[in-house]
């Protein structure tokens, strides 16, 4: 089993920078690539980034390219999305995911068995 745990959502200006972390126990046979996700009200789950287990290799969404980071500190168990330049449309749940082994779309919901609960993040006008 792997619980994660996300942290750091808030209210910010546009403009505005946050920092979201997510914390990662369990196994450690069970610990892989790591996703995050963002939900907003009525709209579907969409992708925003993605971190092979060393870290070497990121991916972003479109929406979020240039302007968000994810990064990992694997001695604390820990994954990050830094967001900078937020705006109103950023507003959503953000969701952080581990990614099954062997997975073949790293932007797909199914790829994905474990997920945090989510932390709002709400970017104002």
């Known amino acids: 089993q792997v619980q994660l745990v996300e942290s750091g959502g808030g209210l910010v200006q546009a403009g505005g920078s946050l920092r979201l972390s997510c914390a990662v126990s369990g196994r450690s046979s069970s610990r892989g690539a790591m996703g995050w996700f963002r939900q907003a009200p009525g709209k579907e789950r969409e992708f925003v980034a993605w971190?092979?287990?060393?870290?070497?290799?990121?991916y972003y969404g479109n929406s979020v390219k240039g302007r968000f980071t994810i990064s990992r500190d694997n001695a604390e168990d820990t994954v990050y999305l830094q967001m900078n330049s937020l705006k109103p449309e950023d507003t959503a749940v953000y969701y952080c995911?581990?990614?099954?082994?062997?997975?073949?779309?790293?932007?797909?919901?199914?790829?994905?068995?474990?997920w945090g609960q989510g932390t709002q993040v709400t970017v104002s006008s």
């Open positions: 971190i092979s287990w060393s870290g070497g290799i990121t």
């Open positions: 995911a581990r990614e099954k082994a062997l997975s073949a779309c790293y932007y797909c919901i199914e790829a994905y068995d474990y």
